[in-house]
Structure formats: structure tokens, C-alpha cells
T-cell receptor
Framework: EAQVTQNPRYLITVTGKKLTVTCSQN?????MSWYRQDPGLGLRQIYYSMNVEVTDKGDVPEGYKVSRKEKRNFPLILESPSPNQTSLYFC????????????FGEGSRLTVL | EDKVVQSPLSLVVHEGDTVTLNCSYE??????LLWYKQEKKAPTFLFML????IEKKSGRLSSILDKKELFSILNITATQTGDSAVYLCAVVSGNTGKLIFGQGTTLQVKP
């Protein structure tokens, strides 16, 4: 089944404790991206990648890192999480080299205390 | 600064009504406009629009883009309770992967 898989789906952590949210797609898509969704602010793009080893900042990259060492995986790293990073996170991929029809993961709800 | 604005932010209608959702944008280098539907989970793709004046249609949903006036509309005819969702508009900027979303329109369809 074609899908985008994120883990963990739910996480409660504490300020400063490094964490990684994994994202994997099995559709051989070149484009992958991360978003956070907050009430009243809609979806905001954090980072995107148009190919392996190519990543770029979206609108809200501060406090996040990403890497794209292989086509299928695009992990989101929070080196030192803070409470303002409490949010619902979505990973998505697209068969187009730029953002087009996006296939979203199920979402990861992160709470930073 | 690139931005995408949706209106209204929320809407309550009754089954059978027709609704029009609006999306206006200001981006430095427009490439395409996308519509998504989000229920209690991840957004699902509805339409991608790149050319002005060409209507995209899927069942009771349709959408059109006006690149001169910088807006798009999403129409839903004969609404059903299953259409209740948040409808998201997004614009792809330039030859990059940058994607800007609007705030979304929350549609509630009452029986």
C-alpha cells in the first residue's frame, strides 16, 4: 500500500530533550516536506527536500533540522525542543520534483512540557 | 511576503445548500494552487490548478483559478454532512518546493 509513515504518532517530552520524528514513504517520490499545524495558523511549512541531499527552509525552520540521506526517509530533528514547538506535525511527499499533489502522513502530535 | 488568505474562516450550511469558498494569494512567483480537504486527520488532495479559467471538477466539487485577480474558488453543490471538514488552499511558489497554506475554511453541514 502506498503510504507515508510517521513515528511516533504521539509524544510527550520535556524541554531540551532531543527528539527525532521519522518519516518514510514507499512511493519513490523525490519531493518530501514537513509541516506544523496550529489552531488559527493553518499548516506552515518547516522544511522541504526536492531530492536526496537537497533540503531547504520553509516558512518556520527555526528550532528544527532535517536530513535527506536517502530517497524514502526525511526525519525531522528537534535538537532542543521548547514548549512553543508543541504542535501537530505532518510529513508529506509528492511525485513531482516541486510541491504538487501531496500525500500526507497521519500526523505526529508532539507536546513539549 | 508571500501570503494566502481564505474566506470565510468558517461556514455553517444545511444539507443541499451550495457553498463557495474563496482563496486569494500574493506570491512572488506563482506556480500552482492546490485545494485539500482535512477531516479529523491528514489533508487529502482535491485539485491542482495552474491555468486561469479552466474549471476542475470532481463530482459535486469544482474549482477555478483567476491568475489575473489572484484568487481561486472552490464550489460544493448539494452539500452533504460528509462534506463537513476544513478546506485548505495552498500556493506553490516558483521553481522551488515552497508551499504556502491559507488558514483554512471550516465547513459544517447540518442535516
Amino acid at each position: 500500500e502506498a503510504q507515508v509513515t510517521q513515528n511516533p504518532r504521539y509524544l510527550i517530552t520535556v524541554t531540551g530533550k532531543k527528539l527525532t520524528v521519522t518519516c518514510s514513504q514507499n512511493m519513490n517520490h523525490e519531493y518530501m516536506s514537513w509541516y506544523r499545524q496550529d489552531p488559527g495558523l493553518g499548516l506552515r511549512q518547516i522544511y522541504y527536500s526536492m531530492n536526496v541531499e537537497v533540503t531547504d527552509k520553509g516558512d518556520v525552520p527555526e528550532g528544527y533540522k532535517v536530513s535527506r540521506k536517502e530517497k524514502r526517509n526525511f526525519p525531522l530533528i528537534l535538537e532542543s525542543p521548547s514548549p512553543n514547538q508543541t504542535s501537530l506535525y505532518f510529513c508529506a511527499s509528492s511525485p513531482m520534483t516541486w510541491a504538487g499533489e501531496l500525500f500526507f502522513g497521519e500526523g505526529s502530535r508532539l507536546t513539549v512540557l | 511576503e508571500d501570503k494566502v488568505v481564505q474566506s470565510p474562516l468558517s461556514l455553517v450550511v444545511h444539507e443541499g445548500d451550495t457553498v463557495t469558498l474563496n482563496c486569494s494569494y500574493e506570491v512572488t512567483n506563482f506556480r500552482s494552487l492546490l485545494w485539500y480537504k482535512q477531516e479529523k486527520k491528514a489533508p487529502t488532495f482535491l485539485f491542482m490548478l495552474t491555468s486561469s479559467g479552466i474549471e476542475k471538477k470532481s463530482g459535486r466539487l469544482s474549482s477555478i483559478l483567476d491568475k489575473k485577480e489572484l484568487f481561486s474558488i472552490l464550489n460544493i453543490t448539494a452539500t452533504q454532512t460528509g462534506d463537513s471538514a476544513v478546506y485548505l488552499c495552498a500556493v506553490v511558489s516558483g521553481n522551488t518546493g515552497k508551499l504556502i497554506f491559507g488558514q483554512g475554511t471550516t465547513l459544517q453541514v447540518k442535516p
